[in-house]
Each structure stands twice: as C-alpha cells, then as structure tokens.
C-alpha cells in the first residue's frame, strides 16, 4: 500500500508512472471524514489531494496533447486571487499587468473591492464569500490554472474557502515545481493592521504551511511574528526561519518522494523577507531561506516616490516564473530585477498628488518610445530595431547604399547592418 502525504516538492521524476486508481489512503482521510478536523490533517490532505489532482491533470494533459491541426500551445496561467485597486498601482491590477508583461496569461478571482489613489484608501468593501466561492469554481472549473498567487484575503471564511476550494481542482506548475504563492497582505503602506487576531491565526495555521513560498514585507513579518522588531538584516535572517517554521510539522519520507510516518520535517515551503523598507541601507535587502539555506538578495535601492505596489507586483511575477516551470530561487531573483528595473524606468513620472504614486509595470515595451511625460537620455536598450541593407537588393532596385540608409532610419531603425561583403562576393561567386 502507498501512503502519500507529500508535499509535490518530494515527487520524484518517475511519480508519472504511478496509477492513481492504485494509490491507497487512510480511512480517516477520505472524502466521507467529518468536515471538523485537526490543523495537521487538513495539510496533509491538502497536499494528499494536489497529488492526485496533479495526476489526473497530467493524463488529460497526455489526452489532449494534440489538437486537430496537429499542434497545441498552452499558456502559462497565474490564477491571482486579491481585491482591486481602483487607482491600478497594486492588487488585481498589478497582478495583472505583471503577468501581462511577463508573457503568462492572468486570471483574476477579487475578495475586495477598494476605492483608492495616491492619497490613500478611501473604502473597502469585501465581496460576499460565496460570490468569490463562485469566482473560483468558475475559473478553475474551466481553465487549468499552474499557479495560485493571493493577495489580500480580507475574511477568515475567504482564507478557508480558497483551501478547500485547492483541493477540489489541480493547481501545480510543471514539472512540480509550485502551486500556491502568499503575498501575506495585512499592512497598509501607512503601518495599520488591515488583519485582525482571528484572520492571523489563520494565516499561521492553514494558510502558510499550505504555501510554497511567502512573501512579507517587513512590517507584515513583524504582524505574523506578533510585533517583534526588524532593523537589522540578522533580524531578516531569524524572520524568514521563524515564518518557515510556522504551522504544523508535516511527516515525510524524502528518499522515497512519498509521506508516511516515517520521518518529522517542517514544513516545506521558502520563505522571501522583503527589506526595501531596512532603515538605514542604502541597498535593497532581501532575505530568501529555502528551508536549509539563507539567500541575501541585494540590488540598488531606487529614489522615487512611485512604489505604491512593488509587494504585489514581486509576487505576481514570481508566480509567473514560477508558472513557466522556473525554480523558486530563479523565478524569485527574475522577479526581483524585474521589480528594479520597472521602478528605475518610472521613477520620473507623475500620476496624481500624493505621497506614494504607481509605476509603469509595461516599461519594457516602451524602451524605444521617448514618452511626452518624461525626457530620457540615450539608452543602449533602446537598440532593438534592426534593419539590414544588401548590396546585392540595392542594386536591383536602383538605389545606393546612403538612400537604403536613410529609408531604414525613417522607417525607426536603430541597427542598421550594412551587407557589401558577403553581398557582393555571393554576386561574383554566381557569375
């Protein structure tokens, strides 16, 4: 009998060879078990059923391999589930615009609906939970998500229901590499706790130990560690093993890829602490720990008052990565640098009056465009279009090389190869 309570991460290569209809499981956690049980069954049977759902989806995978033309394309697919931002800069809609520009398509369930801008929240209003119930069973039921990234989840109901809701259909990036990505949204940008005792409670005991990586900032890290104190990056360090360490340990037999009552490890899931707050670092810290190793992520800290945001949009494209089949340090470090480089391009511009505006999530699509709100120098990013004039073309169409030139510049070239040589040689070869 093969007893799995594994965590994805542990399947070996080989686990697609396995017959779900072979795999056996303990009375107590079938699907006719009582709907009350214990914190650690509810992981256990959360990851039992990922596993399973994760085999059904590989054979309607194999079923479905090709299509009537002979080809099929799928989509990396993000699922995020979060409230929206009326102003655009975070939520929903940096979700969106994050997996836009990462080339992965974007889903969205919304658990709250804001009025807000560069001044500050206005309103919040929470969507009813069987409406976002509805929301998920109506994406998931249709549209094979790879990866789920939350953000805010403002009920305990609402956390609940999207575990029990994981369980139903299968989320899983290939080749099992991630499902559920925590932004852990419980902090304004101003410090107030938008999450109460009970909401925090559930985040420690369900949420987290269902996660394959979470993403708190540094306020957020103090909530969940009940308010200690981060300003150092030694502090960052023990935050990132204290979250890891957070919910019930899970059993596991690691050689064999499979979980039984063999062996006691934590939790596996990998946690980022977000230091773009540190006090006094004129650096952008942060700290990733996989569970065995600590990652100290550095980059340059960017001046600019347009960071509303930055939080979702690092968790929306590591999700992304993650959902093109990267590893979590990769798509982690991508995701970074994708977080500088948008806050660099943007840090000039001006949307609304406030103290902290958005940044420009699409910048690199329009490296080559010198926009009207802001004047840049020469980049040499900007040298994408490339055209490439031919001696021998040129000549059969009666025209010289400073007109062939001078047609590619006007037409928005910025590279433009000159082919004589080899042109003319090819010419000489062939009379």
Same mark, same amino acid.
């Given at each position: ?64 391999? =090709? ?28 979700? $969106? ?6 080339? =992965? +398509? ?24 069987? &409406? ?15 990866? =789920? ?11 609940? /229901?999207?575990?029990? /809701? ?9 080749? $099992? ?73 899970? +059993? ?41 190793? &600590? ?6 800290? =960017? ?28 798509? !982690? ?15 000039? /511009? ?5 103290? %902290? ?17 802001? %004047?840049? !120098? ?7 279009? +490339? ?17 062939? !030139? ?26």
């Amino acid at each position: 009998m093969v007893m799995v309570y594994c965590s994805s991460h542990l399947l070996p290569t080989s686990f697609p060879l396995l017959n779900p209809k072979t795999l056996k499981f303990d009375a107590k956690y079938s699907k006719n078990c009582l709907p009350l049980r214990s914190t650690e069954g509810l992981v256990k049977e959360f990851h039992q059923t990922r596993v399973l759902n994760h085999l059904k989806a590989m054979q309607e995978d194999k079923a479905s391999a =090709v299509t009537s033309d002979g080809s099929k394309l799928r989509v990396p697919h993000v699922l995020t589930v979060a409230g929206s931002d009326s102003g655009a800069g975070a939520g929903i809609q940096a979700d $969106l615009k994050t997996c836009a520009a990462r080339g =992965v +398509y974007c889903s969205t369930v919304i658990t709250a609906v804001t009025a807000q801008n560069t001044i500050g929240v206005q309103g919040v209003e929470v969507v009813p939970e069987d &409406f976002v119930a509805e929301q998920l069973k109506s994406v998931l039921s249709d549209m094979r998500a790879d990866v =789920v990234k939350t953000g805010m989840l403002p009920s305990t109901g609402i956390v609940k /229901i999207l575990l029990q /809701i994981l369980k139903e259909f299968p989320v899983q990036a290939a080749p $099992l590499k991630a499902a559920l990505v925590v932004d852990p949204v419980m902090v304004s940008t101003s410090g107030d706790v938008l999450a109460g005792p009970s909401i925090l409670a559930t985040f420690r005991e369900e949420l987290l130990p269902m996660a394959d990586i979470v993403t708190p900032n540094l306020r957020e890290a103090s909530v969940l560690l009940g308010g200690v104190q981060l300003e150092t990056v030694a502090n960052m360090r023990s935050a990132a093993k204290s979250i890891h360490d957070m919910g019930p340990r899970l +059993y596991c037999n690691d050689k064999q890829g499979i979980r039984d009552a063999g062996t006691l490890l934590d939790p596996l899931r990998n946690v980022l602490v977000k230091g773009g707050d540190l006090p006094a670092s004129s650096d952008a810290v942060d700290i990733f720990f996989d569970g065995q190793d &600590f990652y100290e992520l550095r980059s340059s800290r =960017v001046k600019t008052r347009n960071t509303h945001g930055t939080g979702c949009t690092l968790a929306s494209c590591i999700a992304a990565e993650l959902a093109k089949g990267h590893p979590m340090l990769s798509a !982690v470090k991508v995701a970074k640098r994708y977080v500088e480089t948008a806050l660099d391009y943007s840090k000039d /511009i001006v949307i609304g009056t406030g103290l %902290q505006g958005p940044f420009d999530h699409l910048s690199k699509l329009k490296r080559n465009v010198h926009n009207a709100y802001v %004047q840049r !120098v020469f980049d040499s990013g900007d040298l994408f279009l +490339y055209a490439v004039t031919d001696s021998g073309m040129n000549k059969k169409w009666g025209r010289s090389i400073t007109d062939a !030139v001078k047609a590619a510049l006007e037409g928005g070239a910025t590279i433009v190869q000159l082919r004589l040589y080899i042109a003319e040689r090819f010419s000489m070869d062939s009379v």
